[in-house]
């Protein structure tokens, strides 16, 4: 995927894959008006400001494109409690780092960051973990899906916004971690070609073993 094929004034939501995060990443949307089916989504590992210039690297190409970018940390992180400092300070002094160097690449992008509390004594096991390719139409058809199934706030969630690629060595990072900590009981994929997802279960399977994988692959409207 190239910038040029990329829409313009693409609104991009980051966050981190811990199902804790998605109904107050949810609802914090609807406030702003930001609808399923308007934004490109990034969720990974502690979220994009765990490493900011890890995030630089990776988008540095796609800047142009993204207009406004929100993203959304959390307390009881693994990846914070795993590097030693979870407080909403070290959180808040992440997401404004975040804030400051996306501006220094791109003055003119819209940037905000929120921290979502979470309980250190809240469940930590979830039904299941969700691969998904983070463009508009396939977020909203997946989050149909996962609603319908009851798995809307019970499922970890793994995004790339603009490609699901199986040589993507942090999907299966962020896989791992989910695993580890919330033992999902399904995976469940979301693509938009029937070859790639099938890639990307194979590999699933590998790192997953006897954890059931199914796949929908979500044609996007032209």
């Known amino acids: 995927m ?19 995060t998605n109904q107050p990443t949810e609802e914090n949307l609807d406030s702003k008006r930001i609808s399923e089916g308007s934004y490109h989504l ?17 988008f540095a190409d796609y800047l142009n494109s993204i207009d406004q970018f929100l993203n959304f940390a959390h307390t009881d992180c693994g990846g914070y409690i795993a590097a030693g400092d979870d407080s909403s300070r070290k959180h808040n002094q992440d997401l404004e780092a975040l804030g400051t160097t996306l501006l220094k690449q791109k003055p003119t992008i819209r ?18 973990c969700a691969i998904i390719l983070g463009k508009p139409e396939i977020i909203r058809a997946s989050n149909a899906e996962l609603r ?17 690629s199986v040589d993507d060595g942090s999907i299966w990072s962020d896989l791992e971690i989910s ?19 099938r890639m990307l279960m194979e590999k699933v399977r590998e ?13 996007q409207a032209a």
């Not at 190239?2 to 804790?20: F, K, Y």
């Open 2 to 20: 190239t910038e040029r094929a990329l829409p313009e004034n693409i609104i991009l939501v980051g966050g981190c894959i811990d199902a804790g």
């Open 42 to 58: 990034y969720r990974t590992a502690g979220s994009p400001s765990l490493d900011v210039g890890e995030f630089i690297r990776k």
């Open 111 to 128: 940037y905000s960051g929120h921290l979502i509390e979470l309980e250190h004594n809240r469940p930590h096991t979830f039904a299941a």
């Open 148 to 164: 319908s199934l009851g798995l809307e706030d019970v499922h970890d969630k793994i995004a790339r916004p603009f490609e699901l």
């Open 179 to 197: 695993l580890n900590l919330h033992h999902p009981k399904k995976i469940l994929i979301f693509d938009e070609s029937e070859e790639n997802a």
């Open 207 to 219: 790192i997953a073993d006897g954890v059931p994988v199914e796949t929908r692959v979500i044609s």
